[in-house]
């Protein structure tokens, strides 16, 4: 007997209120977890509709980024490993997880980031670590013109490492600072003071967080290409782009358009497009799912799993012409052998390039088993969570959560119905249809795939699982017979198109839309648009504009 | 003090880790304590959170409940309330509501955190305790809803201002004892120094960024805020490292590390039963080294899915296979979790009411600190937070089985401060009906 998380199978939501109401973190992953982006509090955004507040003016609000957000963990560890050349990946352990941004979906929007005496003492764990094994010869000494115990060289050492890792030169109080820890260690070598100095710089505020002024009428050019640097390598701008920062020459369009281009065509950029769709398509949170001997999924599968879709945005992305449409759309993808079993495939050898054209039933990441899985419950497949990804994450429309009561009202459910026709039970209830009306049609076509993103043609009970179903979409009442058809009409949706926008947008800049953006948000999809949807255009229309050079809002 | 005087030998402490009984607390029975010697006990309260709820039918013969007989040596210390609503409310689903009313009895609209400050929280501020922890969380848990942190933290400072479970023993252990390797050479007096002089310089950095009132937002300076007082007590955790190190026969040596166990790498049962000792074994030496009075033990956080085996079937998820479909279907497995769980905490309770450890009043580390126990759900498949029941171990209440009706947990939690002498008012006053009938 097949069962069935209540939550998942009843996920009834109280749909009233008004369009912009604070948002929370959803409940739809069956089991009260929460849905990878976007808020879910307040009433119903359709698709398109952005998903966010930006349909009211927000008090305070402006057009530049965040002034302050601390380095999600992903960025301090790249930024760690690409600063200091070491594997900081070693370090993961000792920092608690990031939180996810109710309004943004994005970890690295202040309002998601609380603040936890753990995760400090964490970054005091890992720059110790750090500077305790960090190489000498070859690694940190490389700041070092002289290590005479002079104060001229001690100096000289510090404002170069802090430079570095501040992002910007050392104040004269800062340097001073960091120079007296050289008097700690008196009888030691330079070597000896050097690392303590590193071990207080890694827990400044200045590299810990990236805090921009506010009473200034514009980000300085470090603070430039720190956004870009964050926004592209997810990771701190490195000696080469902060010398180019103390040019003071950054701030023609032109200037930012080409060093947007080299930023794009640093290896770098691969990193982070990946560890942005990890954050979009909320991957991340494969870490939580534990190995399934029902379905053969192993920890190693879970990995492969967050790799498989991450790999397809990258090459995507960078390699076959950008047209980000074809995210849903794709018909080729990189497989394990563990994962070709998922696609009922025998494979051999590592990853490898599988053209699944003649499989209709696979057709881009939303068929992919690591997203088919991350969105739904922990044993069972649920039509919300996937539609709900649908929305939320790739049509930027959005639903409120679900009243707790709901998990009660369904138990006489029989339990030898499908998916569709439990929920069919919702246009019965004036409190669940107006917002399942929203999300259900976008799960219908990921109904035959179980838990593990498994295709079958039918459940347990013998039930004929289907896919076809109609959505109304671009203000038009669309139907479609598969899961390729809905991928389709997905892939050349405007809302699909919007909704990259949107979400590059507010991880750009740290924070969600506001009615002010909406001017500027437009303008992007238009050059978007007209740059052939392609990943670099993208990039190129969010970062070159002058209010991503702006003065950051509070 | 030598080094090797500070240290437990390793194999002692893998003993302990291996279930066998460890002999808490290393050598501290041996060297004694200074509160040991004369002094009255500290005021203590730690809260103990189970995951996944209990059914009511499982508590309703009290003490002599089968399914909480783990708990019945200790029933002369506890103190057990049937009949308390939890009320709190926000969002998500009982799981998620019913985590964010422990220890807090407040509602929240964010997943990412209590409405208010917690139960130790509380207690520590107003008892004002100098200790170099100001609270300390850890336990074992799955986690399974990782953005939802009311589900896993129980310990919160205010909103948004989370105490985060330590999920990894070495973790734990260089919490409390240090074990840095940073800065040069091997001497731990000069380590410390070392550690004491990089965290002024970083405490410098931050308040200046604090006193610029000029130049950074309102938001971020209440984060960085919030640092700096992060980092001023680790200051102070670091400076009584040092001084420990440095006493001659010094109070309080630490063991030697133990090994790491993340509970969150296999979030397994097997894994928990090695991790469970170690933290309680490390847990209790910190009470007993007056290196922390306030916070939360945990096992299982809010609706955590794990693969369960008993002797009447295994399951690959407790919670929807189980817990779910109670008193149907799979119930002789959850009574066994239950067990599992009361069998957990029993083990906790062995180790703080050891009688070869006295404190200055003749009283054991059980006697002299609250110990307030709970879960999120009254019963597992409705979701439903009322009726629930709850424990206060410790401190100065009535012991024995009450069994109340429609009382609060904001009215337990107001109960048991002002049973620790503390008349704050806590959790949101409209759930609040009035002082339980247990206060001694």
């Not at chain 1, 991957?283 to 799993?305: F, H, I, Q």
């Not at chain 1, 960078?318 to 047209?323: I, L, M, T």
């Not at chain 2, 008993?310 to 279907?329: I, K, L, M």
Request: aromatic share 8%; net charge neutral; with cysteine.
């Amino acid at each position: 007997m097949i069962s069935v998380p209540l939550a998942a199978v009843v996920g009834c939501f109280g749909c009233s209120g008004d369009i912009n109401g604070n948002s929370a973190t959803s409940t739809g992953n069956g089991e009260g977890g929460p849905s990878s982006a976007g808020g879910a509090g307040g009433g119903i955004a359709p698709p398109g509709s952005g998903g966010t507040s930006a349909t009211k003016p927000s008090a305070g609000a402006g057009k530049g980024p965040s002034s302050g957000q601390r380095l999600t963990k992903q960025e301090y560890l790249n930024t760690l490993s690409d600063l200091l050349r070491i594997d900081a990946a070693l370090f993961a352990a000792s920092l608690p997880p990031d939180a996810t941004s109710a309004t943004t979906g994005f970890r690295n929007s202040l309002d998601a980031q609380t603040t936890a005496a753990l995760r400090s003492s964490g970054f005091e764990v890992v720059a110790s670590s750090v500077a305790a094994t960090v190489r000498w010869t070859g690694g940190l000494a490389s700041f070092a013109a002289c290590t005479d115990r002079t104060p001229a060289c001690q100096t000289g050492f510090v404002r170069r490492l802090a430079s570095l890792l501040y992002r910007r030169p050392a104040t004269d109080p800062e340097a001073a600072n960091l120079v007296r820890l050289f008097s700690a260690v008196p009888d030691d070598p330079f070597e000896a003071g050097a690392r303590l100095v590193l071990y207080a710089a890694l827990q400044s505020p200045h590299f810990i967080y990236r805090l921009e002024r506010t009473d200034r009428a514009a980000p300085t050019p470090f603070e430039v290409v720190t956004r870009l640097a964050f926004l592209f390598w997810k990771s701190a701008p490195d000696e080469a782009l902060l010398a180019l920062a103390g040019q003071g020459s950054l701030l023609t369009d032109a200037q930012v358009q080409a060093l947007i281009q080299n930023l794009l065509a640093d290896p770098r950029a691969r990193r982070g497009i990946r560890d942005y769709a990890d954050d979009w398509i909320g991957l991340y949170r494969l870490e939580d799912r534990s190995p399934d001997s029902k379905t053969g999924v192993t920890s190693a599968t879970l990995r492969d799993m967050r790799d498989e879709t991450l790999r397809a945005v990258t090459r995507v992305a960078f390699e076959d012409g950008g047209d980000l449409r074809r995210l849903f759309t794709e018909e080729r993808t990189e497989l394990t052998p563990a994962l070709g079993k998922l696609y009922g495939l025998n494979l051999t050898g590592t990853w490898q390039v599988v053209d699944l054209a003649p499989d209709p039933r696979r057709r881009g990441i939303l068929t992919h088993p690591g997203v088919l899985t991350v969105h739904a419950g922990a044993e069972h497949a649920s039509i919300v969570d996937r539609g709900l990804v649908v929305l939320r994450s790739f049509l930027c429309g959005n639903v409120p959560n679900p009243p707790d009561a709901v998990i009660t009202q369904f138990e006489t459910i029989p339990p030898n119905l499908t998916d569709r026709e439990k929920f069919a039970l919702h246009s019965e209830s004036p409190v669940c249809a107006a917002c399942h009306a929203a999300i259900d049609a976008l799960g219908y076509p990921f109904e035959p795939y179980d838990v593990a993103g498994r295709h079958r043609t039918k459940d347990a009970y013998g039930n004929v699982l289907r896919e076809d179903g109609a959505y109304t979409i671009d203000g038009t009442r669309a139907t479609f017979r598969d899961v390729e058809e809905f991928a389709t009409l997905v892939g050349e949706s405007k809302a699909a198109e919007a909704c990259l926008v949107r979400k590059l947008y507010q991880y750009a800049y740290g924070r969600p839309l506001v009615a002010e953006d909406e001017t500027q948000v437009t303008r992007i999809e238009q050059a978007f648009k007209a740059g052939g949807r392609a990943w670099k255009a993208l990039a190129q229309a969010v970062a070159g504009a002058t209010e991503f050079r702006g003065k950051a809002v509070q | 003090m030598t080094r090797a005087q500070r240290h437990v030998s390793r194999r002692r402490f893998l003993r302990g880790a291996g279930g066998v009984a460890i002999g808490l607390p290393f050598l501290l029975a041996k060297e004694g304590d200074t509160r040991a010697q004369g002094n009255e006990p500290p005021q203590r309260l730690v809260t103990l959170f189970f995951g996944n709820g209990l059914p009511k039918v499982l508590s309703e013969k009290g003490f002599d409940s089968p399914s909480l007989a783990a708990l019945k040596p200790f029933e002369a210390k506890l103190t057990m309330i049937r009949g308390i609503n939890v009320y709190a409310t926000g969002l998500g689903n009982g799981h998620t509501m019913g985590s964010m009313g422990f220890a807090c009895g407040m509602d929240s609209t964010r997943a990412d955190t209590k409405g208010g400050p917690s139960l130790d929280w509380v207690a520590y501020k107003e008892t004002g305790a100098a200790t170099p922890l100001p609270t300390l969380s850890t336990g074992v848990y799955g986690a399974d809803d990782s953005q939802e942190r009311m589900r896993i933290v129980h310990s919160w400072r205010a909103v948004r201002q989370p105490n985060e479970p330590i999920q990894d023993t070495l973790l734990l252990f260089n919490q409390l004892f240090g074990g840095r390797t940073a800065g040069p050479g091997g001497d731990p007096a000069k380590q410390a120094k070392g550690r004491a002089s990089v965290l002024d310089a970083v405490i410098q950095e931050y308040k200046t960024v604090m006193s610029d009132a000029g130049g950074y937002s309102p938001a971020i300076r209440t984060v960085i805020g919030e640092h700096l007082e992060h980092v001023r007590e680790m200051e102070r955790r670091v400076l009584a490292q040092a001084m420990a190190a440095t006493t001659a026969g010094g109070t309080c040596p630490a063991p030697e590390a133990p090994p790491a166990l993340d509970v969150l790498k296999e979030k397994r049962v097997a894994n928990w039963d090695k991790a469970w000792p170690i933290m309680v074994d490390l847990y209790v030496l910190a009470l007993r080294c007056d290196l922390v009075r306030f916070g939360n033990l945990m096992v299982i956080s809010g609706g955590d899915r794990f693969p369960f085996t008993t002797p009447f079937g295994s399951v690959a998820n407790v919670h929807s296979d189980v817990y779910h479909r109670w008193p149907g279907q799979n119930g002789a497995i959850l009574i066994e979790a239950v067990k599992w769980q009361m069998a957990k905490i029993a083990e906790l309770f062995a180790k703080l009411d050891d009688p070869s450890y006295k404190e200055g009043n003749g009283g054991t580390l059980f006697d002299n600190t609250t110990l307030v126990m709970g879960t999120e759900l009254g019963e597992p498949a409705s979701h439903k937070r009322d009726d629930m029941t709850f424990w206060v171990g410790g401190g100065k209440f009535k012991r024995g089985f009450h069994d109340l009706t429609k009382v609060s947990d904001v009215d337990l939690y107001n109960t048991v401060l002002r049973g620790m002498g503390i008349d704050a008012k806590f959790g949101d006053m409209r759930y609040f009906k009035g002082l339980l009938p247990i206060l001694a």
